[in-house]
């Protein structure tokens, strides 16, 4: 008997070689290409997370395992194939079938459903009564955010003290919205009409981008929200200044920027505590100048981007409900320097 390999399995086994090198490779870049600064469910720093990354890698691995097989059961049946004139041992196909095709995955199944099981349990598991309460309201396209018993509100910003399980309210102002930061807590969607809860816990301080998850139109991916956490004390006095008059002027010309706020337009969709400014259509403004970006998200808050957004908003982020304002040109950096000034 010839035992040289046939040409036809060379030709064969070249081809499939040729066809899953791609693969691979693209694989390879895929996997590099989500490297960088977003926010990872494989990095976590609170206990959901925690519970969904290692569920993720239980999945993972089984998955791999069961890839492995599959790719070894093919090269097999490629370099190995039946030949003519060769006879083949016929072995125990049922037996094969009951523990590879049915007992395995009975197993496979059983056990993911049991972790499952286990990890929604305790991802149920909120914190006890009487701790903080943060409430946040979706909005197209930017985040409300408040503190249950306190007057003052901020947007796209929220603290937690670190080690502590934050009760977070839910709740959306026009479409769905889905509330999801990544390094902490899995996503929980807001309904019209509808309170939702979830809770927050961080391991370490730190800053931890969120993200709206639910398409909500135009805008969407320009509705992001930074969760920071920090030591007990830093988060009361956070807490502190959220229910506080926002700080006076101190120069001229933050004097003459307030003055142009609470006359101007702005005052009839915004507020600002201590000011005869009380709109409620936009964010509240009273901290304004320590806030991490404009636009939740779309431009970082700086001087000249927040003229920009002052003058027309439309041009940064298309499709929000702010329109053009009428800001004399002598008068937009004083505006500029007194909502710089709101820490």
């Not at 199944?109 to 305790?122: E, I, K, M, P």
């Not at 902490?184 to 809770?199: A, F, Q, Y």
């Not at 779309?298 to 927040?306: F, T």
């Amino acid at each position: 008997m010839d035992t040289s390999e046939d040409p036809g399995t060379r030709s064969r086994w070249q081809r499939w070689r040729r066809r899953l090198l791609p693969v691979v490779l693209g694989g390879v870049l895929a996997s590099v290409g989500c490297s960088g600064t977003a926010p990872s469910v494989l990095d976590p720093a609170g206990a959901g997370a925690s519970r969904i990354a290692g569920l993720w890698w239980v999945l993972f691995w089984i998955s791999m395992a069961v890839f492995v097989e599959v790719v070894l059961l093919l090269v097999w049946a490629l370099v190995f194939r039946r030949r003519p004139g060769v006879r083949v041992r016929h072995g125990q196909p049922l037996r094969f079938v009951a523990i590879a095709g049915a007992g395995v995955p009975l197993v496979i199944l059983v056990t993911v459903y049991s972790l499952g099981l286990r990890d929604l349990a305790a991802l149920g598991d909120g914190p006890a009564p009487g701790g903080p309460v943060i409430e946040v309201t979706g909005h197209k396209w930017w985040w409300e955010v408040r503190v249950a018993g306190v007057a003052g509100a901020t947007a796209n910003e929220l603290h937690i003290p670190v080690g502590e399980k934050v009760r977070i309210r839910l709740r959306s102002a026009d479409v769905l919205h889905s509330f999801w930061v990544p390094q902490l807590m899995s996503k929980t969607d807001l309904i019209p009409g509808e309170d939702r809860e979830t809770w927050l816990h961080a391991d370490r301080a730190g800053s931890y981008r969120g993200q709206c998850a639910e398409y909500c139109g135009t805008q969407h991916a320009h509705m992001t929200f930074l969760v920071v956490a920090e030591p007990r004390s830093d988060f009361d006095a956070w807490v502190t200044r959220l229910g506080s008059p926002a700080p006076q002027p101190r120069t001229d010309a933050q004097r003459r920027g307030q003055q142009a706020f609470v006359q101007g337009t702005c005052a009839g969709c915004h507020a600002i505590r201590g000011t005869s400014a009380n709109g409620r259509v936009g964010p509240d403004l009273s901290d304004v100048g320590s806030r991490w970006s404009i636009g939740a998200g779309a431009v970082p808050n700086d001087g000249g981007h927040l003229g920009g957004w002052i003058a027309n908003s439309q041009t940064v982020k298309p499709g929000n409900y702010m329109p053009p304002q009428p800001v004399d040109a002598d008068r937009l950096p004083d505006l500029v320097a007194y909502l710089q000034s709101l820490t």
